[in-house]
């Protein structure tokens, strides 16, 4: 056994050296013995055969890769971590190719994290499966033990639920969540962003009148088409919030969370780092002096006491929310069968519009552009990515009329009161109990269970438990009777992801 493993080794490691296209082509050695030196590994694909043979081919190769690797780990432990560990000067200097940066962050999505590598702390047991306050558990090994369903960076199912902001100990004190997929994050992330644009123009419009008039201007405010209630603004410029509707009084459109709870999507990330799996990001870390609850009780450079340093460096943050940024856009299919028929589709499509679901499920958003950057936060130059090009298959191609972008979310990226019947015990981070984000419904079918919660099992039983706003559409959706609400189901079922090949 010892002597075969160890011949299998050394066939192997030359294999695993020459997928290093991107830094170094080092020999392996164990964790501590020097610098980590990032590698692009190839596990990954960013691109699609049009060829389903050709697909399934390489998912085999990739595969055999992967199973390899893991061999190598188990001989120099931390490789595969360290694999990950890029330089941020790296990136802003232009010098990472996309394809390298996507793949460094799909390796440490899917990596299972290790004590030595700064999972969990000295305080915090693994797993932990109800969150303490802002601290989070430890709750799982890696982001892909909970966003998988549907494919890569997909959503997750009820046992991956995430109780947040409880007391350690008991299910009855935390907030449980359904993980959310994380499909076309990038492009989420910039329709909010030219949202929020919109919005705040509107507030210097109206401040400049009230500066010039001397008297308070009130109006009505819109983003993409959607309505965000009454701002007022004195004299002074100071925002009267009271009339909003469904935003912040910043006027900052917050697309991630049931809640809404992030603008930007590298904040999301670096939030599920901590609370997950309990690894802290050096950029959090320097903030620590704010945030001692969220870090934990232990000196400067390692609050969380688990003798690792240096936990998440801000160039694996920056893979990490690259690769959830570029992560595929979903697709609107149907199999090609007798029972589902093309008018059938379109007849359930004309029905979501007329009982009023696309009210807060706006089927498009118009965007301008599908250039997504994340700005430094070391005083560098900017990580550009264009999503059009370089983001995962499939893309959002722009519109060969206008060079514009139909962005088929089916949100409106605003929040709405749900209603008593979906409230949650409390309110989180100044959001009401009952108040959450349209949900985008584009890839829904591969994403169950479904609401906050993931109390619905069913597409049908999440309609139904619509409530408050959305309350006058359910009651729509169950007066269309059996026949009316099949062709419905239909078009929703219609809303999936492109498939993949995976190799188990
Ligand atoms: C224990 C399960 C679990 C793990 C592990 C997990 N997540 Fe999540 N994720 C969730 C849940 C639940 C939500 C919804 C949270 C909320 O409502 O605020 C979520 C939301 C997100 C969002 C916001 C998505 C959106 O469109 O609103 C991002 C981004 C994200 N996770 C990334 C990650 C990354 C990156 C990792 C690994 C570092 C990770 N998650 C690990 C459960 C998990
Ligand atoms: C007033 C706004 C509003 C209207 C109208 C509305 N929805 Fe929703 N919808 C939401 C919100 C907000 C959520 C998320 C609720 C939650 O997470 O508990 C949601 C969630 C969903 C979900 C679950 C998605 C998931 O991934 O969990 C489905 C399916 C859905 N809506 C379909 C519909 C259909 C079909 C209609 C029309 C009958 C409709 N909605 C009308 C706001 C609305």
Not at 217 to 234: H, Y
Not at 302 to 316: C, K
Not at 351 to 367: D, K, N, Q, Y
Not at 452 to 477: C, K, N, Q, S, V
């Amino acid at each position: 056994m010892s002597t075969l493993g160890s011949r299998a080794l050394v066939a192997l490691l030359p294999v695993v050296a020459a997928f290093g296209a991107c830094t170094v082509d080092e020999p392996l050695r164990p964790r501590g013995d020097g610098p980590a030196v990032a590698r692009a590994m190839g596990f990954f694909a960013r691109e699609r055969a049009s060829d389903p043979l050709v697909e399934a081919r390489r998912a085999y190769e990739r595969d055999a890769l992967f199973r390899e690797a893991r061999f190598v780990d188990a001989v120099a432990p931390g490789h595969l971590f360290d694999s990950t560990r890029i330089d941020e000067a790296a990136i802003e200097s232009g010098s990472i190719g996309v394809d390298t940066l996507w793949q460094i962050g799909a390796q440490l999505f899917h990596h299972e994290l290790s004590p030595a590598e700064g999972l969990g702390g000295a305080d915090l047991p693994f797993p932990r499966r109800f969150h303490s306050g802002f601290r989070g558990g430890p709750d799982a090994t890696s982001c892909a033990s909970c966003h998988w369903r549907g494919g890569m960076a997909g959503a997750g199912d009820g046992a991956d639920q995430a109780y947040l902001q409880g007391d350690g100990d008991r299910a009855s004190s935390a907030l449980p969540r359904d993980p959310i997929s994380l499909v076309g994050a990038g492009y989420v992330e910039l329709a909010a962003r030219e949202m929020s644009a919109e919005l705040a123009a509107q507030r210097e419009a109206l401040a400049a009148f009230a500066k010039a008039t001397g008297r308070v201007a009130r109006a009505p405010i819109r983003a993409k088409g959607v309505e965000f209630g009454v701002l007022s603004v004195d004299s002074e410029g100071r925002v009267d919030p009271l009339e909003l509707v469904g935003v912040d009084a910043d006027l900052v459109v917050r697309p991630f969370g049931h809640k809404g709870s992030f603008s930007s999507l590298r904040d999301a990330v670096e939030d599920a780092l901590l609370v997950h799996h309990g690894l802290q990001t050096s950029h959090l870390v320097a903030a620590r002096p704010r945030i001692v609850a969220k870090l934990g009780p232990y000196p400067a450079d390692d609050p969380d006491g688990d003798g690792v340093v240096d936990e998440i460096t801000e160039g694996q943050l920056s893979a990490l929310t690259a690769f959830v940024a570029m992560t595929e856009v979903p697709i609107e299919d149907v199999p090609d069968s007798p029972l589902v028929s093309v008018s059938m589709l379109a007849e359930g499509r004309a029905r979501f519009v007329a009982i009023g679901c696309a009210s807060c499920h706006v089927p498009t958003l118009e965007l301008a552009s599908t250039r997504w950057a994340l700005p430094s936060r070391t005083g560098g130059a900017p990580l550009v990515v264009e999503l059009d090009r370089e983001g995962a298959d499939p893309k959002l191609r722009p519109r060969a009329t206008d060079g514009r972008y139909a962005l088929s979310l089916y949100s409106d990226l605003k929040r709405h009161d749900m209603g008593e019947s979906l409230a949650e015990r409390r309110s989180d981070r100044g959001v009401p109990s009952a108040q959450f984000v349209t949900r985008p419904l584009w890839g829904l079918a591969a994403s169950a269970p479904y609401l906050h919660d993931g109390r619905a099992p069913t597409i049908h039983e999440a309609i139904i438990l619509h409530d408050g706003e959305a309350r006058e559409a359910r009651d729509a959706y169950v007066a269309l009777g059996e026949a009316g609400q099949a062709p419905l189901r239909v078009f929703l079922q219609s809303l999936t992801r492109a498939p993949t090949y995976t190799v188990r």
